[in-house]
Nanobody, 128 residues
Framework: QVQLVESGGGSVQTGGSLTLSCAAS?????IGWFRQAPGKEREGVAV???????YYADSLKGRFILSRDNANNTLKLQMNSLKPEDTAMYYC?????????????????????????WGQGTQVTVSS
């Protein structure tokens, strides 16, 4: 079992920044952030697998930065130059199996189905 607690969401204006944090109860083979906007499917934002191989959604590269603090089992997502289309519930997810590592290697951020543990989410709202 992996327990995940997200924090750092909030409301910002276009162009602003937020940093999300995910505190994990234990070390995971894979961990990452996903998001879901109202009426839309869940999409991958950024994931880390194994030895810190990081994958980003193509549309978010350059604006979002993922970092992992292994000593404290914490994952951070720094979000810069936020846009209204970034408005969504952001979820931290993790898994301890090798299956997730294989999924990330082949699917990148579209590997959400391979993650078995999910946090409750933190809301990010970007206003224009």
């Amino acid at each position: 079992q992996v327990q995940l607690v997200e924090s750092g969401g909030g409301s910002v204006q276009t162009g602003g920044s937020l940093t999300l944090s995910c505190a994990a109860s234990t070390v995971s083979a894979c961990i990452g952030w996903f998001r879901q906007a109202p009426g839309k499917e869940r999409e991958g934002v950024a994931v880390i697998s194994g030895g810190d191989s990081t994958y980003y959604a193509d549309s978010l590269k350059g604006r979002f930065i993922l970092s992992r603090d292994n000593a404290n089992n914490t994952l951070k997502l720094q979000m810069n130059s936020l846009k209204p289309e970034d408005t969504a519930m952001y979820y931290c997810a993790a898994d301890r199996s090798f299956r997730c590592m294989t999924a990330i290697k082949t699917l990148g951020v579209n590997s959400g189905s391979a993650f078995n543990y999910w946090g409750q989410g933190t809301q990010v709202t970007v206003s224009s």
